[in-house]
């Protein structure tokens, strides 16, 4: 079946530092894929989207570049903010048939410290 | 910005009683979700209705949970008799139908079960 696999956190960096949350995925066909994030207590925003390959996502500052051929999906940031601090999941949405539910990743808790 | 409304927003029962969930999706969104999210992992699919059907509940515990969507509107997820293992968040999710269309999450019921 489907499934998304990203690094296992929790990652803590600096206030401006270069950020990196790596996911790989295994779908049958092309799926949509999007990177979601969680702040405490609360559900899931999206943050981004792409629906084919070498599509990028991005928003926030945020980017993540749709990779057939790596079958991978890994959101990048140049400079982030302690309000950045949150659960950042990754997940695919299987396209076809009717059941089309995403399938989420573990997750990868982003810790920025001043 | 619409939202996807969720209540109660938390719920302590105890062992053996039953308890209900409900949701209001985004006005105009066919497709519902609730998802099952415990702590410190990413939502796993409960149910996917489209309109007032049942698409995909290949992972509800039938034995013990349901759900429904009568009107193809609101829905309600309710477990009985609930058990400790249950304790999780609940999070209901909308979309337009199609496969590149994002889920919109409600913040989600925090279910506690003593």
């Known amino acids: 079946g489907d499934s998304v696999t990203q690094m296992e956190g929790p990652v803590t960096l600096s206030e401006e530092a270069f950020l990196t949350i790596n996911c790989t995925y295994t779908?049958?066909?092309?799926?949509?894929l999007f990177w979601y994030v969680q702040y405490p207590g609360e559900g899931l925003q999206l943050l981004l989207k792409?629906?084919?390959?070498?599509d990028k996502g991005s928003n926030k500052g945020f980017e993540a570049t749709y990779r057939k051929e790596t079958t991978s999906f890994h959101l990048e940031k140049g400079s982030v903010q302690v309000s950045d601090s949150a659960v950042y999941f990754c997940?695919?949405?299987?396209?076809?048939?009717?059941?089309?539910?995403?399938?989420f990743g573990k997750g990868t808790h982003l810790i920025i410290q001043p | 910005e619409a939202e996807v409304a969720q209540s109660p927003r938390y719920k302590i029962t105890e062992k053996s009683q039953a308890v209900a969930f409900w949701c209001d999706p985004i006005?105009?969104?066919?497709?519902l979700y609730w998802y099952r999210q415990i702590l410190g992992q990413g939502p796993e699919l409960l149910v996917q209705?489209?309109?007032?059907?049942?698409?995909?509940d290949s992972q509800l515990p039938k034995d013990r949970f349901s759900a429904e969507r009568l009107k193809g509107v609101d829905s309600t997820l309710k477990i009985q008799p609930a058990e400790l293992g249950d304790s999780a968040m609940y999070l209901c999710?909308?979309?337009?139908?199609?496969?590149?269309?994002?889920?919109?999450f409600g913040n989600g019921t925090r279910l506690t079960v003593t």
């Open positions: 792409a629906t084919k390959a070498d």
């Open positions: 209705f489209q309109d007032e059907s049942v698409v995909d």
């Open positions: 006005s105009g969104h066919a497709t």
């Open positions: 999710a909308s979309s337009f139908t199609g496969g590149n269309s994002p889920l919109h």
């Open positions: 997940a695919l949405k299987a396209l076809g048939g009717g059941a089309d539910g995403l399938t």
């Open positions: 779908a049958t066909g092309y799926p949509s």
